[in-house]
């Protein structure tokens, strides 16, 4: 059975750089991270052990004098202002794709404001990104993660339509065409695709991936925001496609007759990981 790890899977260039960040700060000592600095399990765990240790906002107060890691999905500037009061270092590990995005949040509100129109943007409420971009001003910011949620939108004002980074182009594309048919102008639509290119040319990328093989296999922590998006990418290409975190959720019925199998992961998923995939799929409890 051929086994092939596709070499266009794993860590962005944001979270590489946040990791690198964070290795580079715990050759000091302790780093305590906002929030799990990627979205997987397994890589988390392996920083834990070099001593990163998770926190949420709750805890900032006790970490006076202490060094936080901002994570590649950004904060509000609310949470620096805070560590600046606690005496906190903040490290900032934000995703320069995603800091650009914060400023153009800022810009799109200031022109609504001015022509009595609304920001909406589309991503997944509570994601850690989303929170930083609707936290960036004190006014609201419409969230929309699927159709129905156009129904929050006012069609009688003008629109500024923004994309958290990890979401779909062909959604974002859906949701601007039924803005505009909704609108009683075009004028009253600024849609802005801000879509991480790094991210979005994956798609097509991983269609064409999971159709040369007779199983997929898609790696990626369960919290992964764009691993959901991803897997589903491969899923409709190839339906023998299973989604996992981890080498010890493997089944041998699922490659019962295969005779190549891809393995392939999201933006948050570390290389070691899908090659140890790999060779726990040619043990001898697997091998079918």
């Known amino acids: 059975m051929r086994i092939e790890i596709?070499?266009?899977s794993g860590f962005c260039f944001g979270v590489v750089r946040a990791i690198g960040e964070a290795e580079s700060a715990l050759q000091c000592g302790e780093v305590y991270s906002l929030g799990d600095i990627v979205h997987n399990r397994i890589e988390v765990q392996r920083l834990e052990q070099l001593g990163l240790h998770t926190v949420s906002h709750e805890e900032l107060p006790s970490l006076s004098g202490r060094r936080l890691l901002v994570r590649a999905h950004g904060e509000p500037p609310s949470t620096?202002?805070?560590?600046?009061?606690l005496g906190?270092?903040?490290i900032d590990a934000t995703c320069p794709v995603v800091a650009k995005l914060q400023e153009r949040v800022v810009k799109a509100h200031t022109k609504m404001r001015e022509v009595g129109g609304q920001v909406v943007i589309l991503g997944k409420r509570g994601h850690a990104e989303v929170v930083g971009l609707t936290g960036q001003v004190a006014e609201p910011t419409i969230v929309v993660e699927r159709e129905e949620d156009l129904?929050?939108?006012d069609f009688t004002r003008?629109?500024?339509f923004l994309s958290q980074t990890t979401q779909s182009v062909e959604l974002f594309e859906r949701l601007r065409e039924q803005m505009l048919a909704r609108l009683a102008s075009p004028e009253m639509l600024t849609a802005h695709d801000t879509i991480c290119r790094q991210v979005s040319s994956r798609e097509k990328h991983l269609d064409e991936f999971a159709r040369r093989h007779d199983v997929v296999i898609f790696v990626c922590g369960r919290k992964s925001s764009n691993g959901k998006v991803l897997a589903e990418v491969c899923r409709a290409a190839n339906p023998r496609t299973?989604?996992?975190e981890e080498a010890q959720e493997l089944q041998a019925e699922w490659f019962e007759g295969a005779e190549s199998v891809g393995i392939c992961g999201a933006t948050s998923t570390p290389k070691w990981l899908m090659q140890e995939i790999a060779e726990a799929i040619k043990s001898p409890q697997l091998m079918v």
Not at 80 to 85: N, Y
């Open 6 to 8: 596709d070499d266009n």
């Open 80 to 85: 620096f202002e805070l560590a600046r009061e």
């Open 88 to 90: 906190i270092e903040v």
């Open 151 to 153: 129904e929050q939108i």
């Open 158 to 160: 003008p629109i500024f």
């Open 242 to 244: 299973y989604n996992i």
